[in-house]
């Protein structure tokens, strides 16, 4: 029997006899049914003129009159991004293309286990995911770099969802990193929840085994290191990555459940090297790493920004995520 010229794959993608549309650049997965079956149709003329081969992009496609196909075909957008806990496209946010990288990008509605409904900035890798990472967001929301980190890591083959959780405090607070932009992040700090916080990265988590139905990392810097913590001994993620987290050392007491990295700056001011070794003392098997550098050292946007040990955690937070989730 000949081998079936139409395969539709889970992210979205139909090949046709060496041909491919990728139904993710026209956003099927907000059409209507009715809709979403017409365009299937047309992109099977046999169903609609079965006298013989049909032609698309040039290419000679051999009868298949099956209308199972079209449903199929109607439906296979819709598979992409199941939605159990995360919920609908935020209103009036479009797909953009990743700066870094052919995948694409978009904002989502999350609704943690209270009822809570947050928005998430999704970054999409080109192809397959290897994997899903949950990119928790320093104090200053999900600004220009908290998006630039989830694009690289999409980049790297990862489904990237970085969760809102100022949210619950102002919906769309983007801050950058001096002056007046700083002062606001300082006095966000006191309204901070970290139970509420930690409820908005199961979320986040939820979509993205959903979105994947793969393992799930979770990966944060500075206030999102510490709920990178909480995630890997809370929420049972496949692995976790923390970045310079000042309140890590409170938790010392938690168990991971899985894999933890973790990262600091031996300049940094914020976390005394005493917290950190009371963390490795409680937990040998945590894998700890010390930089020449300060507090929020991954950061490109900020002053202590350090390009050398932010190359270096960079690489190995890959390489770990890569080893535990794909």
């Known amino acids: 029997m000949a081998a079936d010229p139409w395969r539709a794959t889970a992210l979205g993608t139909v090949r046709v006899t060496g041909a491919s549309f990728d139904f993710r650049r026209f956003r099927l997965e907000t059409a209507p049914a009715p809709f979403a079956l017409f365009l299937s149709l047309l992109l099977t003329p046999q169903l609609c003129f079965p006298s013989g081969p049909h032609l698309i992009r040039g290419r000679k496609i051999p009868w298949y009159p099956t209308l199972e196909l079209a449903t199929q075909l109607a439906g296979c957008v819709r598979r992409r991004a199941p939605r159990a806990n995360s919920i609908e496209r935020a209103s009036g946010a479009g797909d953009t293309e990743n700066e870094r990288g052919r995948g694409m990008s978009e904002y989502v509605k999350l609704r943690a286990a209270d009822g809570h409904q947050l928005s998430a900035y999704v970054a999409l890798p080109a192809g397959e995911p290897v994997a899903a990472l949950v990119v928790v967001q320093e104090i200053f929301g999900v600004n220009a770099h908290i998006r630039s980190v989830a694009e690289g ?37 006191p309204k901070l929840n970290l139970e509420h916080a930690v409820a908005d990265v199961q979320a986040a988590v939820e979509y993205a085994a959903n979105a994947t139905g793969k393992n799930v990392g979770v990966i944060g810097y500075c206030y999102g290191g510490t709920l990178a913590w909480l995630a890997g001994t809370r929420l049972r993620p496949t692995a976790a990555v923390g970045y310079y987290g000042g309140l890590i050392a409170k938790f010392a007491d938690e168990e991971p459940t899985c894999p933890v990295m973790l990262h600091f700056g031996k300049q940094d001011a914020h976390i005394p090297p005493e917290s950190v070794e009371k963390v490795r003392a409680a937990h040998p098997d945590v894998e700890i790493h010390w930089y020449d550098a300060g507090h929020g050292f991954n950061c490109d946007a900020r002053g202590s920004y350090n390009a050398a040990a932010a190359k270096e955690a960079r690489g190995r937070s890959v390489a770990f995520l890569k080893k535990h989730l794909a």
């Open 153 to 189: 890591y999409a980049k790297d083959g990862f489904l990237a969802v970085a969760p809102a959780l100022f949210d619950r405090i102002e919906p769309g607070i983007e801050l950058g990193y001096q002056g007046a932009d700083l002062e606001t992040a300082k006095s966000l700090m």
